[in-house]
């Protein structure tokens, strides 16, 4: 349908409102589905049970009088109900998810199948560690490549998000300060402008105050504004490398280099370690603290698919104050180490031990690729978002011009001015192109930004239709074609959200509609 100009040969329907309305509200194969307290009955079942019989009841004078009026359903209406929701979500296994900082790669399938294997899925963290030997070793090789790729210490294995990684890392360095007797005197934690929100939300929380560092006209943050702002009174730098502009920053060895001359520590967001992978050890620009996301660099599922994990790397002068749980190794026996005692760890960060799940998926990421494969995955994430950004780049104004990025192309909205379109409006008309949008207004640092990361594991051919769906967009913008934009997404089960509101008075507690009432509603539709 996409003729070699990259131009449908189709013309585009701009506005929707003549689509009939359908009576089911179903188009076709999208289906229209009601939530499970409109669809399910509370008298309704898909099991059959025998009736419980005369008993006494044991809960005192506790017990229910009103009946629970759960929503039942059928097998088969249970199977519909939530097979049309899953319908409705955007996930990886539909298509290309170019939401810039996320790496929203493809989560191969081996993985799985290996978390699955009984010895890994079917443990308690509870079990006693002789029955677990295999899944202390699995977490223990995890450590050793995690630790090997980045040049670090140690890893503290617990955290279970990117965000929640920082905290560790920050609360490491709060440990490691006030055990120099230097907790009270340094208050003080720097943070780029260009940062992702959890740094200084991560800062705050752990009570230090946030000071900005601003950014560069390239996007990259100099020495000298980092040098500007240290002082006995600094704690630590936070700095993403490479950076949510999508760029490596070229002055970080100097910039880690004063930071430990002022005697702070150096924490570096690791979330876009995809673009870098098997090419440079952090640890050796002097990184003190950096967490890696599994979930965004080792292919684990994120978003709706599953829970994070936000392994810790370490330096030698932090490594003593890393979370327990850790494993140890005692010949051929792992053990946990579960409590502080003769320790100076700064503490417990989570009930038990981690993600275990993602761990076992994560490894078997590594594994099936090795050493050279992972290198060649930064390699190809890189080449693809380069790709992406000189296929746009006579359509769409990029804030730092021609300079190579790293994993993702960042765009801004100036080819937007005067258009009466903004970067919203385009990301909106992404989606009927069935497209997740970029990430957009983010980073801050750049008006109207447009974040797109395409990851290495799109083929060129799914890039190629996505620059050409984007430059046909981007025509669109140039005709005039406004209505294009403006009531976008024509084609999404829902129209445009009016997320201002969703945001300030949210609606949380869904409650009955009245029998009569909704009877009329319908009627009146
Ligand atoms: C994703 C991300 C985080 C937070 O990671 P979570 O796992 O979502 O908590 C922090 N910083 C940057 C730059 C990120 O992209």
């Known amino acids: 349908m996409l003729n070699n100009q990259g131009r449908p040969t189709q013309p585009v329907e701009v506005a929707a409102p003549h689509v009939r309305k359908t009576f089911t509200g179903h188009r076709a194969l999208a289906m229209e589905e009601a939530l499970i307290f409109e669809v399910g009955r509370a008298e309704v079942t898909g099991v059959d049970v025998d009736d419980a019989g005369e008993f006494t009841p044991r809960l005192g004078k506790l017990e229910r009088t009103t009946p629970i009026d759960l929503p039942g359903l059928s097998e088969p209406e249970t199977m519909r109900h939530y097979v049309r929701l899953s319908q409705k979500n955007y996930a990886i296994d539909l298509g290309l998810y170019p939401l810039g900082s996320c790496t929203m790669k493809h989560n191969p399938r081996l993985n799985e199948r290996m978390a699955r294997l009984p010895g890994f899925g079917d443990i308690h963290p509870m079990q006693p560690v002789s029955t677990v030997q295999g899944a202390l070793e699995l977490i223990d090789t995890l450590a050793s490549w995690l630790t090997e790729m980045t040049g670090a210490s140690a890893v503290a294995m617990s955290p279970k998000a990117g965000a929640h990684g920082e905290a560790c890392g920050m609360m490491a360095i709060k440990a490691a300060l006030e055990a120099r007797g230097e907790g009270a005197q340094r208050r003080v934690v720097l943070v780029p402008e260009s940062a992702h929100g959890t740094n200084p939300a991560t800062a705050a929380l752990i009570g230090y105050d946030v000071r900005p560092i601003p950014a560069r006209e390239d996007g990259t943050v100099s020495v000298e504004a980092v040098q500007a702002a240290l002082g006995p009174e600094v704690a630590a730098l936070m700095l993403t490398n490479p950076n949510t502009c999508g760029l490596f920053e070229p002055e970080v060895v ?272």
């Open 254 to 525: 100097a910039i880690a280099q004063a930071v430990h001359a002022a005697g702070a520590f150096f924490y570096c967001d690791g979330a876009n370690f995809n673009a870098i992978v098997g090419k440079v050890r952090p640890m050796d620009l002097g990184v003190d603290a950096m967490h890696i996301n599994l979930h965004k660099t080792f292919s684990t599922p994120h978003g709706g698919g599953g829970p994070g994990a936000g392994p810790v790397v370490l330096s030698d002068a932090l490594a003593p104050f890393a979370p327990v749980p850790f494993i140890r190794k005692d010949g051929q026996k792992f053990t946990l180490v579960e409590h502080t005692q003769g320790t100076q760890s700064f503490g417990r960060m989570t009930a038990f031990h981690g993600q275990m799940g993602m761990f076992v998926r994560a490894m078997s990421y590594m594994l099936s690729h090795g050493g050279d494969g992972i290198r060649q995955a930064s390699e190809d994430a890189v080449l693809n978002a380069n790709y992406i950004r000189v296929c746009l780049s006579d359509v769409m104004s990029a804030p730092f011009g021609d300079k190579p990025c790293m994993h993702e192309a960042l765009f801004d909205d100036r080819w937007l001015k005067n258009t009466g379109v903004t970067t919203l409006d385009f990301a909106k008309a992404m989606i009927d192109e069935g497209y997740h949008p970029m990430t957009m207004y983010f980073p801050l640092v750049v008006h109207g930004a447009m974040l797109i990361e395409p990851t290495e594991s799109e083929s060129k051919a799914s890039i190629d239709l996505f620059i050409m769906a984007l430059r046909d967009l981007a025509f669109s913008v140039q005709k005039g074609e406004t209505e294009r934009f403006s009531g976008a997404p024509y084609y999404a089960p829902r129209r445009r959200l009016d997320e201002t509101r969703a945001a300030r008075s949210p609606v949380l507690r869904w409650t009955k509609p009245k029998p009569i009432a909704a009877a009329n509603q319908i009627a009146a539709e």
